[in-house]
């Protein structure tokens, strides 16, 4: 037992560590299981809000208006997105009783949030009645990034999405191809036959089946826009964290809890990406974390430690993960 | 459409959930054909789908499908049109018995036709009682304000939804009585759709044999070309066996519509799991003897081959027995 009162972000952090070696595998489960940490839990929900939404959604408020391409939506893909729309905004209302009101008659919906002060009301299917469209509404309700994916010929297409934190890839660029053309630059899961068993797994969801997976990375500072696109701001911090003695405060663990729902009018795959960052020196106040992460980050292959961009620093983590043993 | 699949199959965990539905109103559609209105005893709204999706109803003792004839936007309301076979053995018989009041319980929808979103337009093909999923195909692009025609062929004074369809549709509806006119209809449309179009039928074989093979003949890719089949999406609930752990001597019984890893976890046997639904390969068990019946999508072919060890969700066994290295 540990006397230590722990804090929320800690508490509540997905650490996605089962042993103590990491490969990449078809990690899927059935949502809404309250998952157990040696710190606490998470996953009772689809969507989760914490303490830092308020901040965040400022921050894809920022990208957003510094980038407008983290927006994108084929046209063929408008069902999708309000159906994503009306499929999370009841439930964001379930997950935020008293600070949220949501009003259906009929396709005439009214939706109030008092934690982002909005106010609004929409015609679901009438384009010209949600100005920006049901994505971009969605995405300044909840803190989770959003990708669309439409099943066809055999395949999905992540046609449509709203992503704002993506761990070094781009929306922009990956708008309108084939799931397995996204995976395309992951090592070793081709060959493992981890992505055509995911694309089948997903094909065969059926209306409203809802699953999640975790993923993770490493992140200097709590930056959570690292896309391509604002690579040459973020990529040298990850050399220079390195020699840095704030290295336990600004190296993060970057964990995604993403949620995978069949969609029940458009039939889209929704892919909910929700990020969450803990500092070494966070982990580390749960022994058994600071353990694990110290074993994985030092048995991790090469070519993977390389595709999540940890060679500079994972020695340096190790170390200083391990010293305290 | 209506389609019987095999018997009930095991939920597992993930699986949709069960709904138990009244029958709050009936009627009849046409001579034969009866129009049944869900809701959910208490009221609320029942799960959006697909247009084209299919509802997978228990009625006495069978399970059936039938498609659901409304736009898919979550609504209090199902509705399916059943056609009595007069053979009587596919369980419509059992469906024309309910009446208002009735209880019953589904899963689903479950979808299997869904129109294809990039389509520049839509050719609708019914047969008959093949009309119900295209009724909902059309109701869905009337709602989002797409493209399409549908032509529906049935026998005369035998025609289901018939004034429902002439108000959604106007001038996209055409209705044939006699066979010989529906095909040539279908034939001069396939022949000067742009490029871009899909078709999609549903009604007897051979209606759909003639789409497939005159789109064919016209050049239409195939993938442009879908009909309504039901393919048993639900695992079949398989054989009954006896899982033998050599270790401990225990002797689990799997009965049919039972995972071997539900019944191992049953038994008290602890097995570890994640997906449940055969992809993610930690329930992986060895096995010593008897033929595993593989299942999964997680196993390669030599792993599948060697038989030496089965994915407990999903798999089960050609033989009696499976012994487990447990
Ligand atoms: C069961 C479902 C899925 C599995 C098993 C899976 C697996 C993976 C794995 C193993 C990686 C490498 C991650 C890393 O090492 O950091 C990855 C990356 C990625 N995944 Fe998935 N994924 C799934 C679903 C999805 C979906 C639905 C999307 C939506 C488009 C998606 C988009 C991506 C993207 C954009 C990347 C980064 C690729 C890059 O480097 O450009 N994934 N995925
Ligand atoms: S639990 Fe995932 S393959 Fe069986």
Redesign the interface.
């Known amino acids: 037992m540990t006397a230590v009162l722990l804090p929320e972000r800690t508490t509540r952090f997905p650490f996605p560590f089962a042993a103590d070696s990491y490969r990449y595998?078809?990690?899927?489960?059935?949502?809404r299981r309250v998952a157990a940490t040696e710190a606490g839990t998470w996953g009772a929900g689809v969507l989760d809000v914490d303490g830092e939404y308020a901040t965040e959604l400022a921050l894809r408020r920022e990208v957003l208006a510094a980038d407008p391409t983290r927006c994108q939506q084929l046209p063929?893909?408008?069902?999708?997105a309000w159906?994503a729309l009306?499929t999370l905004l009841p439930e964001l209302a379930a997950t935020l009783p008293g600070v949220t009101a949501l009003r259906v008659r009929g396709d005439r919906w009214s939706w109030r949030n008092d934690l982002t002060a909005t106010s609004t009301s929409f015609t679901?299917?009438d384009d010209d009645s949600l100005p920006g469209g049901p994505l971009a509404l969605l995405g300044s309700q909840i803190q989770e990034d959003v990708v669309l994916l439409?099943?066809?010929?055999?395949s999905l297409w992540a046609d449509a999405g709203l992503v704002t934190f993506a761990a070094d890839w781009s929306m922009g660029f990956d708008v309108g191809m084939r799931f397995l053309e996204v995976h395309g630059p992951v090592p070793r899961v081709h060959e493992a036959?981890v992505v055509q068993?995911?694309e089948?797994?997903l094909m065969?969801l059926?209306?409203?089946?809802?699953?999640r997976r975790t993923n993770w990375t490493m992140t200097v500072d709590r930056r959570l826009d690292t896309s391509t696109e604002t690579y040459p701001v973020w990529a040298r911090d990850r050399r220079l964290v390195v020699d840095d003695p704030a290295l336990p405060d600004r190296l993060h663990l970057r964990v995604e809890v993403q949620h995978l729902i069949r969609?029940?009018?458009?039939?889209a795959v929704c892919f909910l990406i929700r990020t969450y960052l803990l500092s070494l020196r966070e982990l580390a106040a749960v022994p058994a974390w600071r353990r694990r992460l110290g074993v994985v980050l030092a048995e991790l292959p090469e070519d993977v430690a390389e595709y999540k961009g940890l060679s500079r620093f994972r020695g340096a983590a190790v170390d200083w993960l391990r010293a305290a043993d | 459409m209506t389609a019987v699949l095999p018997a009930p199959a095991a939920t597992g965990a993930g699986e949709q959930a069960r709904l138990v539905l009244e029958v709050s109103a009936v009627a009849d559609a046409a001579p034969g054909i009866r129009t049944l209105t869900l809701r959910r005893p208490g009221g609320g709204l029942l799960p959006g789908h697909p247009p084209g999706s299919h509802l997978v109803l228990d009625c006495g003792g069978r399970r059936n499908a039938y498609s659901l004839t409304g736009d898919g936007m979550p609504a209090a309301e199902y509705r399916i049109s059943v056609l009595l076979c007069p053979d009587g053995a596919g369980g419509s018989a059992a469906v024309h018995r309910w009446r208002a009041g009735d209880r019953v319980t589904a899963t689903g929808p479950r979808s299997a036709f869904a129109p294809v979103s990039t389509a520049r337009h839509a050719v609708l093909v019914a047969g008959g009682i093949g009309i119900t999923p295209l009724l909902s195909h059309a109701r869905a692009a009337v709602r989002w304000g797409r493209s399409f025609e549908l032509l529906y062929g049935h026998r005369p004074g035998a025609g289901a939804h018939l004034a429902e369809l002439h108000a959604l549709c106007g001038d996209r509806l055409g209705v044939h009585e006699d066979t010989a006119e529906l095909l040539a209809r279908i034939g001069s449309v396939l022949a000067d759709r742009p490029l871009g179009t899909h078709v999609h039928v549903c009604g007897p074989a051979p209606l759909i044999a003639f789409v497939e093979d005159t789109a064919g003949a016209l050049g239409w890719p195939a993938d442009r070309v879908h009909a309504e089949r039901f393919s048993a999406a639900d695992l079949d609930p398989g054989e009954p066996f006896v899982a033998r752990l050599a270790r401990s001597g225990l002797r689990v019984p799997v009965p049919a519509g039972t995972s071997l890893l539900a019944a191992l976890e049953a038994a008290g046997v602890a097995v570890p799991s994640m997906c449940r639904q055969g992809v993610c390969g930690e329930c992986r068990l060895p096995v010593t003897a008897g033929r595993p019946l593989h299942r999964d999508l997680y196993l390669a072919e030599p792993e599948r081959a060697a038989g030496d060890a089965v994915m407990a969700c999903v798999s089960r066994c050609a033989d009696d027995e499976l012994e487990l290295d447990l």
């Not at chain 1, 595998?25 to 949502?31: C, G, I, L, Y």
Request: charged share 25%; no cysteine.
């Open positions: 595998s078809t990690n899927v489960e059935p949502a063929h893909m408008r069902v999708a159906d009306t679901v299917g439409d099943q066809r010929e055999g036959g068993r995911a089948q797994f065969r059926q209306p409203g089946q809802e699953y969609l029940g009018v458009s039939n």
